[in-house]
T-cell receptor, first 114, second 117 residues
Framework: GNSVTQMEGPVTLSEEAFLTINCTYTATGYPSLFWYVQYPGEGLQLLLKATKADDKGSNKGFEATYRKETTSFHLEKGSVQVSDSAVYFC?????????????FGQGTILTVHP | DGGITQSPKYLFRKEGQNVTLSCEQN?????MYWYRQDPGQGLRLIYYSQIVNDFQKGDIAEGYSVSREKKESFPLTVTSAQKNPTAFYLC????????????????FGQGTRLTVV
């Protein structure tokens, strides 16, 4: 079956530091890949996505590249802000019509200090 | 504004009682989903529905039931058979994937936190 493995947290950084959160996956075929963000007490918001190999998703300074050869989709940001503190989830959507049937990683808690 | 509304935000249930969580969407999405979130475990799929009057079990359906009588609504009932119901429950919706695999985004509600007391 499908699975997603994320870098264990929590991750604690100072403002303006570089961020990497690793994500690797196991799936048959060519799934779509996503990063979702969850702020305290809230639901999930889509941060970025990639639907095929070598695609780069980007949003709000965050980037991730779909690497089929390494089955990875690592999240990066060059300079984090305190407002980026949240839980980040890597997820994949398997093939077929049901695009919201997602397999999630366990989530990585990010805390950014001033 | 279009979106997904879950209610209530907090819910307390006594052991042995059934409780129903509401989820309504005005995005005109065909598919709807229920996920459960536990600390440090990510989200797990409970049930999903691709169309009105049809739904399928997800990975952890035991102790839960759903209905899909209207396109906009997908309520989740947590029954007394669910042994550990305390969790954060998230509802989501999406369109069907088109031929170019676009529209693959799922939209989530704000969640309901259920606590058994």
């Amino acid at each position: 079956g499908n699975s997603v493995t994320q870098m264990e947290g929590p991750v604690t950084l100072s403002e303006e530091a570089f961020l990497t959160i690793n994500c690797t996956y196991t799936a048959t075929g060519y799934p779509s890949l996503f990063w979702y963000v969850q702020y305290p007490g809230e639901g999930l918001q889509l941060l970025l996505k990639a639907t095929k190999a070598d695609d780069k998703g980007s949003n709000k300074g965050f980037e991730a590249t779909y690497r089929k050869e390494t089955t990875s989709f690592h999240l990066e940001k060059g300079s984090v802000q305190v407002s980026d503190s949240a839980v980040y989830f890597c997820a994949l959507s398997d093939l077929g019509v049901i695009s919201g049937k997602l397999t999630f990683g366990q989530g990585t808690i990010l805390t950014v200090h001033p | 504004d279009g979106g997904i509304t879950q209610s209530p935000k907090y819910l307390f249930r006594k052991e042995g009682q059934n409780v129903t969580l509401s989820c309504e969407q005005n995005l005109n999405h065909d598919a709807m989903y229920w996920y459960r979130q536990d600390p440090g475990q990510g989200l797990r799929l409970i049930y999903y529905s691709q169309i009105v009057n049809d739904f399928q079990k997800g990975d952890i359906a035991e102790g839960y039931s759903v209905s899909r009588e209207k396109k906009e609504s997908f309520p989740l009932t947590v029954t007394s058979a669910q042994k550990n119901p305390t969790a954060f429950y998230l509802c989501a919706s999406s369109t069907e994937r088109d031929r170019q695999y676009l529209n693959t985004e799922a939209f989530f509600g704000q969640g309901t936190r259920l606590t058994v007391v």
